[in-house]
């Protein structure tokens, strides 16, 4: 019985090895067909203009779309616009009892695109630069709030911070960690990201290969980038752009344009993604010049402009109509839920006689000349001139309108989607903020949006953000025509795309072809 029942034991774990030699076998190749069936494949994508590689100075909807390829970031934010621990380069974050110190543990083993492992030095070195004036970053107000910040291990970064800050986390959001050893910023994109930069030429376009060393997997545990690499290809003129997806010269286009948006109902080959954003185009006026200076003609132009119109004109529809402040109602409880601003052409000339220009009012507009921009700008002169007012229209390339654009009197400029509405008054409308290009300052304003940075009980910030509308709605330098909600664009066998609250943030890094 003993000899029987050693044999059959050794029998049975003959069997046992066999059979687990041959899901072993077998492993590997569903593997394999997984990964064929994902990874693989260059992905064309047309973008707007780019200038620039280096993080720091990114300028262009084009800049940050290129730059969101092969950056990662210290705190990721997700398609919501809130943080991601999963996707962020630090695995984890606290602050202290006074709400003011935040500690950020960094992962281990995340590789710069040469082999160079990123450590807290990257980090600090990444974001002193981001508040350092001598630099000249648009982003020193924006971080003006950070005393020091300090580095006790190659894998620990604390931020000291000078107030409480609720929306700090999404303050870091978005910022490429740069090599803090690298000499040329400039040309040399050394970064952590999925993508690494092969080529760049600023007029046509941005060649990038796949991280193999990249830190990230899918929830599988298979390595990510899917794809192979990309191609991002400068056709800034969104129309252009729709018609190399439908020739099939690219396979993803961002915004793409409202006039464009019935096509897909008859085109079976091409998908639509959408969702609402804070993405606007606001007509600025500089209030310290004249005759913008007077509130009761940007009243006047207000009264004037027929939104609705505005909106179906340049939008098709596309979107919601604006109350003349940068807070759309993408950010939930921040967003007042006001009656839309009043159209009266007869209250518009009234007001614009008590300002001494009882006989009309000429003005220059300047404009990017792709849309919704120029056909906003032709919409609004035909607008204006119900009111007495004349208005000769200034179409110039989009990167020539970024040079200039801050000296402009009057312009219509493309305000993309912020994480958070605090952005919008830190960059563009306190007391010189260095993108304020209505050269706007209101003491209230100031004030309001300095509480707002601070106050950490929630209800209490929607409070603030109530009030901050309301001072742009009876006196603020914009006329915000309306909300366009975000849009993408791409081939049908571009699979993964997930839509995201900041338009050009969509998460690349799993997307692939079905090719």
Not at 113 to 131: A, C, I, Q
Request: hydrophobic share 40%; proline share 5%; glycine share 6%.
């Amino acid at each position: 019985m003993n000899k029987r029942f050693t044999i059959l034991i050794a029998v049975l774990l003959l069997l046992s090895f066999a059979m687990f030699s041959c899901s072993s076998n077998d492993a590997p190749e569903e593997d394999a067909d997984q990964l064929s069936a994902k990874h693989g494949g260059t992905l064309r994508v047309a973008i707007d203009t780019t200038t620039a590689l280096d993080p720091t100075f990114l300028t262009t909807s084009g800049d940050n779309q290129a730059a969101a390829m092969w950056n990662d970031y210290l705190v990721f934010c997700d398609e919501e616009g809130r943080p991601d621990g999963e996707r962020s380069l630090a695995e984890s974050w606290d602050y202290d009892e006074e709400e003011n110190t935040w500690t950020f543990k960094l992962r281990d083993n995340v590789l710069f695109h040469d082999g160079k492992e990123m450590t807290s030095r990257d980090v600090k070195y990444t974001f002193d630069r981001l508040r350092d004036p001598d630099v000249g970053a648009k982003t020193v107000e924006l971080f003006a709030n950070i005393v020091d910040i300090t580095t006790p291990d190659d894998l620990t970064v604390v931020f000291e911070l000078k107030e409480t800050n609720p929306e700090f986390l999404l303050d870091l959001a978005d910022r490429g960690i740069v090599d803090a050893d690298n000499t040329d910023l400039e040309t040399n994109a050394n970064g952590v990201g999925a993508f690494m930069v092969e080529s760049f030429s600023p007029e046509d376009r941005v060649v990038l290969t796949r991280n193999p060393n990249y830190w990230r997997d899918d929830d599988e545990g298979n390595p990510l980038p899917y794809l192979d690499g990309l191609e991002l290809i400068v056709i800034p003129d969104k129309a252009s752009a729709m018609e190399a997806l439908r020739g099939g010269q690219v396979d993803f286009v961002y915004e793409p344009p409202a006039e464009s948006l019935e096509m897909f109902e008859t085109e079976p080959d091409l998908v639509l993604y959408t969702k609402p954003s804070a993405t606007h185009y606001p007509i600025r006026m500089r209030a310290d010049v004249a005759p913008f200076d007077d509130v009761r003609v940007r009243q006047a132009l207000k009264l004037g402009t027929d939104r609705q119109g505005i909106l179906e004109a340049a939008f098709e529809g596309f979107g919601v109509i604006g109350l003349d402040t940068p807070i759309s109602p993408a950010y939930g409880d921040y967003y007042l839920d006001a009656p839309e601003p009043e159209y009266n052409v007869e209250k518009a000339k009234e007001l614009l006689a008590e300002a001494g220009y009882a006989d009309g009012l000429e003005l220059t507009i300047h404009s990017p000349e792709v849309r919704p921009n120029s056909a906003i700008a032709v919409m609004w002169k035909e607008q204006m001139k119900e009111i007495g007012v004349d208005v000769d229209i200034q179409l110039v390339p989009g990167d020539i309108y970024y040079v200039n654009w801050l000296d402009y009197d009057l312009g219509i400029t493309d305000w993309g989607s912020r994480t958070h509405p605090g952005i919008f008054l830190q960059q563009a409308y306190i007391t010189g903020a260095l993108w304020n290009e209505t050269h706007w300052s209101d003491p209230e304003l100031d004030e309001v949006a300095a509480k707002i940075a601070v106050e950490m009980d929630f209800d209490e910030r929607v409070k603030l953000y109530n009030r901050a509308q309301e001072i742009f709605m009876e006196r603020g330098p914009i006329i915000v025509p309306a909300f366009k909600h975000s849009a993408w664009a791409s081939s049908k066998d571009v699979k993964g795309i997930k839509e995201h609250i900041v338009e050009v943030s969509v998460d690349f890094r799993s997307v692939y072809l079905e090719r």
